[in-house]
């Protein structure tokens, strides 16, 4: 039995006070800045208080408008609604493919059945950006630029994701499957009424990952949009960081970057306890 020592715990508690401190510091000076005039950002030192244009920064930024020296700005909440309908077709649809191919894995005898897993997995050295070229000459014969469907398909197809599963349904009693097959349920039954229930935490897991994952993709969508209405939130933040014409509006900056940080926060934090069991737990 190991025996709780009271100077052990505080400094632990310090330890992560302060990296709580550190990864938050940055967060909060985003935030403070979103809510100030671009004049009063550049000022040395910047106030870490909070200033009073907030409301004005917020609502050019989500509906669009001119910033005070004339550039324009692009509405972010319909960038938003992109980046949204992409994570969760990429997510959706990550998880949906991973676990029929996982389950055909495991539960059917067909020939060259580990090799083929084998290929799956080794595409996990093969990432979009060493595959970019051929993907997008792919995307751009299907007609598929400057389309959701050319935002998300190619970006579908994950070898993590049926690892995971496969080792999951692996550690699944072989006695469920007999039980099932006696009681004369259907392969599909057995998936959709055992598997699918027992793989929630797991699933739920891979839902932050992968929804934070497709939210964030930058080189892809930079790669086959040109049209604004297509333009993801990622993409949104870099344009205004670079504007080649002006001096960027820092305030505007800022809250686009609060703004993209607010849906991957949300499923985290509503999705914690599963995502968190989904990645310990070891009796399923």
Not at 2 to 16: A, G, K, Q
């Amino acid at each position: 039995m190991i025996e709780r020592s009271p100077v052990l715990d505080v400094v632990s508690h310090l330890v992560l006070g302060l990296g709580v401190l550190v990864i938050a510091f940055p967060v909060y000076v985003t935030l403070v800045a979103s809510t100030q005039t671009s004049q009063e950002i550049v000022q040395a030192p910047m106030s870490l208080l909070p200033g009073g244009n907030m409301l004005e920064t917020y609502r050019v930024a989500l509906v669009g408008g001119e910033t005070s020296y004339g550039a324009k700005v692009a509405p972010v909440g319909r960038m938003m609604w992109v980046s949204l309908v992409s994570a969760l077709v990429i997510t959706i649809g990550k998880i949906a493919i991973s676990l029929l191919s996982a389950f055909a894995f495991v539960y059917f005898r067909f020939p060259g059945r580990s090799l083929c897993f084998w290929l799956v997995f080794v595409t996990l050295m093969l990432p979009v950006e060493v595959r970019i070229f051929p993907t997008y000459k792919v995307v751009s014969d299907l007609g598929m630029l400057n389309t959701y469907a050319g935002l998300t398909i190619p970006l579908i197809a994950s070898a993590t994701a049926t690892f995971l599963f496969r080792q999951f349904f692996l550690s699944v009693p072989d006695e469920l499957a007999e039980a099932a097959r006696v009681d004369g349920a259907s392969p599909m039954r057995f998936f959709f009424d055992i598997l699918l229930p027992m793989s929630r935490t797991t699933i739920a897991a891979l839902f932050v990952i992968q929804f934070i994952y497709g939210w964030n993709q930058y080189l892809w969508p930079l790669l086959i949009t040109t049209k604004e209405s297509f333009y993801t939130v990622v993409m949104a933040v870099s344009r205004q960081a670079n504007a080649v014409d002006a001096t960027p509006s820092w305030n505007l900056l800022m809250a686009m970057a609060m703004l993209a940080m607010v849906p991957p926060v949300a499923v985290v934090v509503f999705m914690q306890r599963l995502f968190v069991r989904g990645l310990v737990e070891t009796e399923k």
